[in-house]
């Protein structure tokens, strides 16, 4: 039995945040209601890489949950809608509030319909910010909050990270409150009101920064100041890099003997942490110029053998060649050719793993299937497909081999 198992979910939210949210809802046993437009929500077409028809960012989101195509703007279709709400356990959207507020979709505009409703909003800056008008995604919050100087080296430009850290992140976190939530509604009986902000996800990130910023009055345009040295890494003399950290002295004196420098470990200037990191304009490049000698394979396996942190700098093609590391991946039957990373967090028991959930849903793949849930016969389920209320669809189309993508764009 998983552990939400008889939860149901409407999914009204685009691109990441949200729906990653629901997905490891789902992965935990929750019926997942995907609610979009009859045209589908925008992240099916985020692009290239596609699985067929279908963006393979996309497949990963939304994994396991049912799709229902649905004019909310008609009034058919906002009766649907109510009639689910009633019927549902927790409701996930990321419009704006200004959006949310035209449309009813607030809580206090739910809540009458269902009392026990978990409501839960993804917001960019909150919902009672100055900026809650302000458009944004993963990549404008990571550079408003400060993010793009969390990387590189002093004098360095700005750096984008271009993974959706805070997306995915804030998915993570959404999903544990809507767990917690369900958690108290069995004690008090009631629903109620969540809202994360995806700049709150980014200022969590930036805690130490924050603390550096204000407690030691570094200048913000410093880029990634250290907190412990070295950190950091370094290219070998194949042309290869790796990376190394050194978290404390005793692991700085073993440092020292693997590289043939056991001196150093008795060196005032780098003695302590404080002080390795106050001259890291002397330590970093004296220590590249010893790691340029010997191939990067060499020194990690004379730095594992000492205990100390290290790795390859590998690409992402590197990794998937890493047995050790291609074994965390699934896939799920009905996509073969794509892997898929599972949880962080994997449950003994409660939980289903990726293999066994099912594909992510065609577009109304599941309309006609929700609307009967709902008390709609046949009948009035094909006049709400006529009267543009609703879409019914099928499967996506899924295609993994390297020959059906298309073309990447010149940039």
Same mark, same amino acid.
């Given at each position: 039995?998983t552990?939400?198992?008889g939860?149901t979910?409407?999914?009204l939210?685009?691109l990441?945040a949200?729906?990653?949210a629901a997905?490891?809802?789902a992965?935990?046993?929750a ?5 979009e ?10 692009g290239p890489?596609?699985c067929?028809?279908?963006?393979a960012?996309f ?9 229902l195509?649905?004019d ?5 279709g906002?009766? +649907?809608?109510e009639?689910? +709400?009633a ?9 704006r509030?200004?959006f949310?507020?035209r449309?009813?979709l607030r809580f206090?505009?739910l ?5 026990r409703?978990i409501?839960?909003? +993804? ?7 100055p900026y809650r008008l302000?458009p944004?995604v993963d990549?404008v919050?990571?550079g ?6 969390g990387?590189?080296e ?8 271009s993974?959706? +850290? ?16 369900l958690?108290e509604r ?8 969540l ?9 969590n990130f930036l ?17 990634n100041p250290?907190?412990?040295?070295p950190?950091?890494?370094f290219?070998a003399?194949?042309?290869r890099w ?15 003997k ?8 008795r060196d ?10 106050a001259?890291?304009p ?6 590249a110029e010893?790691?340029a ?15 100390i942190p ?8 590197d990794?998937?060649? =890493? ?8 896939f799920q ?5 794509l892997?898929?990373p ?9 939980q289903?793993s ?7 849903p065609?577009?109304?793949e599941h309309?006609?299937?929700?609307l009967a849930?709902?008390g709609?016969?046949? =009948? ?9 209320v609703t879409?019914?669809?099928g499967p996506?189309?899924?295609d993994?081999s ?9 940039r």
């Amino acid at each position: 039995m998983t552990m939400l198992e008889g939860i149901t979910v409407l999914d009204l939210s685009r691109l990441i945040a949200g729906p990653y949210a629901a997905m490891v809802l789902a992965q935990y046993g929750a019926r997942v209601i995907k609610v979009e437009t009859l045209s589908g929500e925008e992240g099916r077409s985020f692009g290239p890489p596609f699985c067929g028809d279908t963006a393979a960012l996309f497949l990963q989101t939304n994994r396991a949950k049912e799709s229902l195509a649905l004019d909310l703007r008609k009034p058919r279709g906002r009766e +649907v809608l109510e009639k689910l +709400v009633a019927r549902a356990d927790v409701l996930i959207h990321s419009f704006r509030p200004d959006f949310a507020e035209r449309t009813r979709l607030r809580f206090e505009d739910l809540v009458p319909l269902n009392p026990r409703l978990i409501h839960y909003t +993804v917001t960019a800056y909150g919902s009672d910010s100055p900026y809650r008008l302000k458009p944004a995604v993963d990549s404008v919050v990571q550079g408003m909050a400060g993010g793009f100087y969390g990387a590189g080296e002093e004098c360095d430009p700005p750096i984008r990270n271009s993974l959706p +850290v805070v997306d995915v992140a804030s998915g993570m976190c959404g999903a544990m409150g809507v767990m917690a939530a369900l958690l108290e509604r069995e004690k008090s009986g009631h629903g109620q009101k969540l809202e994360l902000a995806l700049i709150d996800t980014m200022l969590n990130f930036l805690g130490s920064k924050i603390a550096e910023a204000t407690l030691d009055g570094r200048v913000t345009r410093e880029i990634n100041p250290a907190i412990v040295a070295p950190s950091r890494h370094f290219q070998a003399a194949d042309g290869r890099w790796f990376t190394v950290s050194v978290i404390n002295d005793a692991a700085f004196a073993r440092l020292c003997k693997v590289i043939g420098r056991p001196e150093w470990a008795r060196d005032r200037r780098y003695c302590d942490n404080a002080g390795r990191v106050a001259h890291r304009p002397l330590l970093l490049p004296a220590l590249a110029e010893v790691f340029a000698t010997r191939p990067a394979q060499d020194w990690l396996q004379a730095l594992e053998a000492a205990d100390i942190p290290a790795g390859p700098v590998n690409t992402v093609q590197d990794m998937l060649a =890493d047995p050790a590391l291609y074994d965390r991946l699934a896939f799920q039957t009905e996509v073969p050719g794509l892997p898929m990373p599972e949880l962080p967090v994997r449950l003994a028991r409660g939980q289903r793993s990726v293999a066994q959930l099912g594909r992510a849903p065609g577009l109304g793949e599941h309309s006609a299937r929700v609307l009967a849930g709902a008390g709609y016969a046949p =009948d009035e389920i094909r006049a709400l497909a006529a009267e543009g209320v609703t879409r019914l669809g099928g499967p996506p189309r899924l295609d993994t081999s390297p020959e059906t993508q298309p073309e990447t764009p010149l940039r």
